[in-house]
Every structure is written in C-alpha cells, then in structure tokens.
C-alpha cells in the first residue's frame, strides 16, 4: 500500500486530551445541573464539538451559555495539568512531512479547543488541511469532513488513510472509501471496541512507523 494522504482525528489520536475534556464536562454538568455524570456518559455525549455536546445533554438550558464558557475556560486553565506533548506523535508528523506525505485532521472537538490545545502542545503548522466539528454538518460517523480533505488533496482513496481512536472514525473512513487505522496508542482512546473492522489496530505509534518505513 501507498499513502499519499495521512488524516488523523484529533482527541485521543494525536492528544491525549479525552481526560481534559471528560474532567471539564464533569465539572459543567456538576454546577449548571447539579448532577454527577460519569466518564462514559460524557463520551456517549461525543461527536458533536462541546458546545452541542453541552446544549443537548444540560438540563436547565437557561445556562448553556454560560456553561459554554465555562467548559472553556476550564479546558484551558487546566490544559498544562492534563495534557503532555507526546514526542512520539511529533515523530511521526516529522517523517510523514519528510515523505512528503499529506497531513489532514478531521476531528470532532470545536475550533476554540483546537486552538488552544495546538498553541499549548506545538501543533500549529503541522497539518496541511484541519476540520473541526463546527466547520461540518453532520459530525462522523458522517464523513463529510473526510471527503472534503480529500477533495481538497485531489487524492486517490487507495493512497489515503483515516486514523483514529473511535469506532465512529473507522465508520467514517469507510464511508470515504479509504483504509481507515484505529488506534490505542496514547493513555484514553475513546473506544474500547472496534466493530467495524478498521483495516490496521495500533496500540504503538512506531507500529505506523514501522508500515511507512516498509512500504516507502
């Protein structure tokens, strides 16, 4: 296989930033409706980028703006504490960039917490293409955001890739057409599961290291 078009998602794939986002949705839904969610119903909320996330799921809907902001103001503050650079992921983008490679990022999260967590962790510069959850209509399992990278790259979907560590990612590579990768290399993956048979499973970045290095 030749790939010319790497695209990844985001959270739990790139960054280990699923933990950030669970604590502060935690945090949301304790002080607008005074009610302890878990772990796993904050990531059966995912998909939508937080904003919806909070406006569909926030009882007392008077507050969502307020609680909006306040999610961000969380995730931001508490960015440091939560979430490390992995020098590993940053490998990987380095040989993709010298092999000429493509890079796109189709993640569900919203622009605003893209931004600060590509500031915070030194992502500014390394994609060639990035959709957030508010640049789509439909958040994966549709694949808008997909095709849309690939429409952007002219690329071919047998030299394309969509990695991610959702089963919806996997979902949604399909649904473009192209080899779709899940992953659990970093410390929280979303999905525990993978039912619908992604064409590669890594728990180590360098397993994709190793592939790229044998097909070059």
């Known amino acids: 296989m030749r790939l010319h078009n790497v695209l990844f998602d985001f959270d739990g794939t ?28 904050v990531i059966a909320m995912f998909g939508p980028p937080e904003e919806k996330m909070i406006s569909m799921n926030l009882t007392n809907q008077a507050d969502v703006a307020e609680a909006v902001e306040f999610y961000f103001v969380i995730y931001e503050k508490q960015h440091d504490a939560y979430v490390e650079k992995n020098p590993e992921i940053f490998k990987l983008l380095h040989l993709l960039r010298e092999r000429n ?30 959709i957030t959850g508010d640049d789509v209509a439909v958040p994966k399992p549709d694949p808008e955001g997909i095709n849309r990278t690939l429409k952007k790259f002219d690329a071919q979907p047998e030299e394309s890739i969509y990695i991610g560590d959702a089963n919806g990612d996997t979902l949604a590579g399909k649904a473009a057409g192209i080899h779709t990768a899940a992953v659990q290399w970093l410390e929280m993956a979303q999905s525990s599961e993978f039912p619908a048979k992604p064409d590669f499973y890594w728990t180590k970045v360098e397993q994709f290291i190793a592939m790229l290095k044998e097909v070059e």
Do not use: C, Q, W
């Not at 790139?14 to 949301?28: G, S, Y």
């Not at 915070?120 to 390394?126: Q, S």
């Open 14 to 41: 790139l960054a280990n930033t699923l933990p950030l986002t669970v604590h502060a949705m935690k945090k949301v839904f304790k002080r607008f409706d005074s009610r302890t969610v878990t772990t796993d119903e």
């Open 101 to 130: 490679i493509k890079i796109g990022l189709i993640t569900g999260k919203a622009r605003r917490s893209y931004l600060i967590s590509e500031k915070k962790l030194g992502f500014g510069g390394k994609f060639d293409s990035i």
